[in-house]
T-cell receptor, first 113, second 112 residues
Framework: DTGVSQNPRHKITKRGQNVTFRCDPISEHNRLYWYRQTLGQGPEFLTYFQNEAQLEKSRLLSDRFSAERPKGSFSTLEIQRTEQGDSAMYLC???????????FGSGTRLTVV | GDSVTQMEGPVTLSEEAFLTINCTYTATGYPSLFWYVQYPGEGLQLLLKATKADDKGSNKGFEATYRKETTSFHLEKGSVQVSDSAVYFCASSSSNTGKLIFGQGTTLQVKP
Protein backbone atom coordinates (compact mmCIF):
# COMPACT_ATOMS: atom_id res chain seq x y z
CA ASP A 1 0.00 0.00 0.00
CA THR A 2 1.75 3.10 -1.23
CA GLY A 3 -1.10 5.47 -0.57
CA VAL A 4 -2.80 7.74 -3.08
CA SER A 5 -0.40 9.14 -5.63
CA GLN A 6 -1.01 12.33 -7.62
CA ASN A 7 1.02 13.66 -10.52
CA PRO A 8 2.34 16.15 -11.19
CA ARG A 9 2.82 17.82 -7.81
CA HIS A 10 2.95 21.24 -9.38
CA LYS A 11 1.80 22.57 -12.74
CA ILE A 12 2.21 26.07 -14.12
CA THR A 13 0.35 26.76 -17.34
CA LYS A 14 -0.59 29.70 -19.47
CA ARG A 15 -4.20 30.78 -19.63
CA GLY A 16 -6.03 28.99 -22.40
CA GLN A 17 -3.91 25.85 -22.30
CA ASN A 18 -5.22 22.40 -21.43
CA VAL A 19 -3.90 20.47 -18.44
CA THR A 20 -4.36 16.91 -17.24
CA PHE A 21 -3.75 15.53 -13.77
CA ARG A 22 -3.45 11.91 -12.75
CA CYS A 23 -4.48 10.13 -9.58
CA ASP A 24 -3.49 6.57 -8.67
CA PRO A 25 -5.68 5.38 -5.78
CA ILE A 26 -5.01 2.62 -3.30
CA SER A 27 -5.41 -0.49 -5.39
CA GLU A 28 -8.28 -2.13 -3.53
CA HIS A 29 -10.30 1.09 -3.18
CA ASN A 30 -13.28 1.15 -5.53
CA ARG A 31 -14.31 4.75 -4.73
CA LEU A 32 -12.39 7.74 -6.00
CA TYR A 33 -13.06 11.43 -5.36
CA TRP A 34 -11.72 14.71 -6.73
CA TYR A 35 -11.76 17.91 -4.69
CA ARG A 36 -10.50 21.43 -5.30
CA GLN A 37 -8.98 23.58 -2.56
CA THR A 38 -8.25 27.27 -2.90
CA LEU A 39 -6.12 29.27 -0.50
CA GLY A 40 -7.74 29.72 2.88
CA GLN A 41 -10.68 27.47 2.07
CA GLY A 42 -11.63 23.89 2.72
CA PRO A 43 -11.69 21.33 -0.08
CA GLU A 44 -14.76 21.45 -2.33
CA PHE A 45 -16.18 18.31 -3.89
CA LEU A 46 -15.85 18.02 -7.66
CA THR A 47 -16.73 14.48 -8.65
CA TYR A 48 -16.99 10.87 -7.53
CA PHE A 49 -16.36 7.51 -9.18
CA GLN A 50 -17.37 4.08 -8.08
CA ASN A 51 -15.18 1.75 -10.06
CA GLU A 52 -15.25 3.19 -13.59
CA ALA A 53 -18.65 4.87 -13.28
CA GLN A 54 -18.80 8.59 -12.61
CA LEU A 55 -21.78 8.78 -10.27
CA GLU A 56 -21.83 12.38 -9.09
CA LYS A 57 -20.56 15.71 -10.40
CA SER A 58 -20.61 19.06 -8.65
CA ARG A 59 -21.96 22.22 -10.26
CA LEU A 60 -18.38 23.46 -9.82
CA LEU A 61 -17.37 21.08 -12.60
CA SER A 62 -18.00 23.25 -15.64
CA ASP A 63 -17.98 21.99 -19.22
CA ARG A 64 -14.25 22.69 -19.36
CA PHE A 65 -13.61 20.01 -16.77
CA SER A 66 -13.73 16.30 -17.50
CA ALA A 67 -12.75 13.34 -15.40
CA GLU A 68 -12.32 9.71 -16.29
CA ARG A 69 -11.49 6.51 -14.52
CA PRO A 70 -10.93 3.87 -17.19
CA LYS A 71 -11.13 0.30 -15.93
CA GLY A 72 -11.77 1.54 -12.41
CA SER A 73 -8.10 2.06 -11.65
CA PHE A 74 -6.30 5.41 -12.02
CA SER A 75 -8.23 8.60 -12.78
CA THR A 76 -7.49 11.69 -14.81
CA LEU A 77 -8.88 15.18 -14.44
CA GLU A 78 -8.57 17.42 -17.49
CA ILE A 79 -9.17 21.14 -17.60
CA GLN A 80 -9.55 22.68 -21.03
CA ARG A 81 -8.91 26.33 -21.85
CA THR A 82 -7.63 27.07 -18.36
CA GLU A 83 -8.55 30.33 -16.66
CA GLN A 84 -6.83 32.13 -13.80
CA GLY A 85 -9.72 31.16 -11.55
CA ASP A 86 -8.76 27.52 -12.01
CA SER A 87 -5.61 28.09 -9.96
CA ALA A 88 -5.99 25.83 -6.93
CA MET A 89 -4.86 22.60 -5.30
CA TYR A 90 -6.59 19.60 -6.84
CA LEU A 91 -6.95 16.75 -4.39
CA CYS A 92 -7.73 13.13 -5.06
CA UNK A 93 -8.94 10.66 -2.45
CA UNK A 94 -9.87 7.01 -2.53
CA UNK A 95 -11.96 4.88 -0.23
CA UNK A 96 -13.30 1.38 0.16
CA UNK A 97 -16.18 2.29 2.43
CA UNK A 98 -17.29 5.83 1.66
CA UNK A 99 -16.62 8.72 4.00
CA UNK A 100 -15.25 6.57 6.80
CA UNK A 101 -12.18 5.40 5.01
CA UNK A 102 -10.73 8.21 2.92
CA UNK A 103 -7.08 8.40 2.02
CA PHE A 104 -6.07 11.69 0.40
CA GLY A 105 -3.23 12.24 -2.00
CA SER A 106 -0.84 15.16 -1.59
CA GLY A 107 -2.52 17.05 -4.39
CA THR A 108 -1.56 18.81 -7.61
CA ARG A 109 -1.07 22.54 -7.32
CA LEU A 110 -2.16 24.32 -10.50
CA THR A 111 -1.09 27.87 -11.24
CA VAL A 112 -2.57 29.54 -14.31
CA VAL A 113 -0.62 32.61 -15.45
CA GLY B 1 -27.80 22.15 1.24
CA ASP B 2 -25.44 20.68 3.79
CA SER B 3 -22.76 22.97 5.20
CA VAL B 4 -20.04 23.13 7.85
CA THR B 5 -18.93 26.27 9.65
CA GLN B 6 -15.74 26.57 11.68
CA MET B 7 -14.43 29.33 13.88
CA GLU B 8 -12.14 31.66 12.04
CA GLY B 9 -8.45 31.55 12.66
CA PRO B 10 -5.67 31.85 13.10
CA VAL B 11 -5.65 30.54 16.63
CA THR B 12 -2.40 31.24 18.44
CA LEU B 13 -1.68 29.43 21.70
CA SER B 14 1.26 28.85 23.98
CA GLU B 15 2.48 25.30 24.47
CA GLU B 16 0.41 23.34 27.02
CA ALA B 17 -2.61 25.61 26.61
CA PHE B 18 -6.14 24.26 26.18
CA LEU B 19 -7.49 24.17 22.65
CA THR B 20 -11.05 24.48 21.39
CA ILE B 21 -11.94 24.86 17.73
CA ASN B 22 -15.66 25.27 17.18
CA CYS B 23 -17.52 23.49 14.39
CA THR B 24 -21.22 23.48 13.59
CA TYR B 25 -23.04 21.76 10.76
CA THR B 26 -26.31 21.80 8.90
CA ALA B 27 -27.47 18.62 7.26
CA THR B 28 -30.50 16.67 6.22
CA GLY B 29 -30.56 13.51 8.25
CA TYR B 30 -27.76 12.40 10.51
CA PRO B 31 -24.32 12.87 9.01
CA SER B 32 -21.04 11.34 10.03
CA LEU B 33 -18.63 13.99 11.31
CA PHE B 34 -14.88 14.26 10.91
CA TRP B 35 -11.86 16.33 11.82
CA TYR B 36 -9.00 16.36 9.35
CA VAL B 37 -5.56 17.89 9.88
CA GLN B 38 -3.18 19.31 7.29
CA TYR B 39 0.40 19.78 8.46
CA PRO B 40 2.58 22.20 6.49
CA GLY B 41 3.53 20.71 3.13
CA GLU B 42 1.52 17.54 3.69
CA GLY B 43 -1.81 16.12 2.59
CA LEU B 44 -5.04 15.90 4.56
CA GLN B 45 -5.08 13.27 7.30
CA LEU B 46 -8.06 12.00 9.22
CA LEU B 47 -7.69 13.00 12.87
CA LEU B 48 -10.91 11.60 14.34
CA LYS B 49 -14.51 10.84 13.51
CA ALA B 50 -17.94 10.18 15.00
CA THR B 51 -20.80 8.51 13.22
CA LYS B 52 -23.80 9.08 15.50
CA ALA B 53 -25.11 11.40 18.18
CA ASP B 54 -23.21 11.43 21.50
CA ASP B 55 -20.28 9.52 19.99
CA LYS B 56 -16.89 10.84 21.02
CA GLY B 57 -14.04 10.61 18.56
CA SER B 58 -10.50 10.76 19.93
CA ASN B 59 -6.95 10.50 18.67
CA LYS B 60 -3.52 11.87 19.69
CA GLY B 61 -5.04 13.68 22.68
CA PHE B 62 -7.69 15.40 20.56
CA GLU B 63 -11.39 14.80 21.24
CA ALA B 64 -14.70 15.83 19.71
CA THR B 65 -18.24 14.87 20.70
CA TYR B 66 -21.13 14.65 18.23
CA ARG B 67 -23.84 16.91 19.68
CA LYS B 68 -27.08 16.55 17.76
CA GLU B 69 -28.99 19.06 19.90
CA THR B 70 -26.53 21.85 19.12
CA THR B 71 -25.44 20.46 15.70
CA SER B 72 -21.84 20.80 16.81
CA PHE B 73 -18.60 18.83 16.77
CA HIS B 74 -16.07 21.01 18.58
CA LEU B 75 -12.43 19.89 18.64
CA GLU B 76 -10.60 19.99 21.98
CA LYS B 77 -7.18 19.16 23.34
CA GLY B 78 -6.12 19.64 26.90
CA SER B 79 -2.47 20.54 26.30
CA VAL B 80 -1.24 21.52 22.85
CA GLN B 81 2.29 21.07 21.59
CA VAL B 82 4.29 22.98 19.01
CA SER B 83 3.95 19.94 16.74
CA ASP B 84 0.16 20.42 16.70
CA SER B 85 0.61 23.55 14.56
CA ALA B 86 -1.42 22.84 11.43
CA VAL B 87 -4.69 23.61 9.67
CA TYR B 88 -7.71 21.76 11.04
CA PHE B 89 -10.79 21.03 8.95
CA CYS B 90 -14.19 19.92 10.18
CA ALA B 91 -16.23 17.88 7.70
CA SER B 92 -19.55 16.11 7.41
CA SER B 93 -20.90 13.36 5.21
CA SER B 94 -24.56 12.48 4.90
CA SER B 95 -24.43 11.12 1.37
CA ASN B 96 -24.33 7.44 0.58
CA THR B 97 -21.64 8.30 -1.95
CA GLY B 98 -19.25 9.32 0.83
CA LYS B 99 -18.97 12.91 -0.38
CA LEU B 100 -17.43 15.17 2.28
CA ILE B 101 -18.51 18.74 3.01
CA PHE B 102 -15.64 20.70 4.57
CA GLY B 103 -15.49 23.80 6.68
CA GLN B 104 -13.10 26.55 5.69
CA GLY B 105 -10.33 25.38 8.00
CA THR B 106 -8.79 26.85 11.16
CA THR B 107 -5.07 27.51 11.38
CA LEU B 108 -3.52 26.67 14.74
CA GLN B 109 -0.13 28.05 15.67
CA VAL B 110 1.42 26.87 18.91
CA LYS B 111 4.36 28.86 20.28
CA PRO B 112 6.98 27.41 22.64
Amino acid sequence: DTGVSQNPRHKITKRGQNVTFRCDPISEHNRLYWYRQTLGQGPEFLTYFQNEAQLEKSRLLSDRFSAERPKGSFSTLEIQRTEQGDSAMYLCASSLSGADGYTFGSGTRLTVV
Amino acid sequence: GDSVTQMEGPVTLSEEAFLTINCTYTATGYPSLFWYVQYPGEGLQLLLKATKADDKGSNKGFEATYRKETTSFHLEKGSVQVSDSAVYFCASSSSNTGKLIFGQGTTLQVKP
